[in-house]
């Protein structure tokens, strides 16, 4: 549901992106991720990520019944790890794969771990690159993000 609340605009909009440097998904899906990818896809090829980021954002506010959104989409700047075990029987792994292909569709920036053998769980190496990935956020670049610095 972190997705559903990133997508929603809903984290600009309470003024909390400045403190998030990015975003960590394991064994996730995308609710309405049928809706969504027929939003993408009614966009022209070249359209813009700010501007598909920004149709998706009114889509999902209108869907979940949100008023329309002043403030920025910041939120979406932020990157995102994601993990899936591929014989995950609980969130199927195409499920993961399709959220994944969605995002990267609207411009987001999404690192992904394919994790082989693993069902609905977590493996050392899964956590060594999650591990790395939140190094980084903790590098000047992703500091400069939480303390409201443009990159």
């Known amino acids: 549901m972190t997705t559903m609340l990133l997508l929603s605009g809903e984290l600009d909009r309470l003024g909390l992106t400045l403190s998030i440097a990015g975003f ?54 932020a990157p ?29 920036d999404v690192r992904w771990r394919s994790c082989g053998g693993l069902e609905h769980w977590w493996e050392d190496g899964e956590m060594s690159d999650l591990g790395a990935f939140l190094v980084g956020l903790l590098s000047e670049e992703g500091k400069e993000r939480v303390d409201g610095v443009e990159r």
């Open 24 to 77: 960590v998904g394991m064994s996730g899906w995308l609710p309405f991720r049928s809706q969504i990818s027929a939003v993408l896809s009614s966009l022209a090829e070249d359209t813009p990520s700010v501007e598909k980021q920004r149709k998706v954002v009114e889509y999902v506010r209108e869907l979940l019944g949100l008023e329309p959104l002043d403030a920025g989409l910041r939120a979406l700047e």
């Open 80 to 108: 995102i790890w994601l993990a899936h075990g591929e014989e995950d029987k609980k969130a199927r792994f195409e499920w993961g794969v399709q959220m994944r292909d969605v995002l990267v569709g609207m411009g987001m």
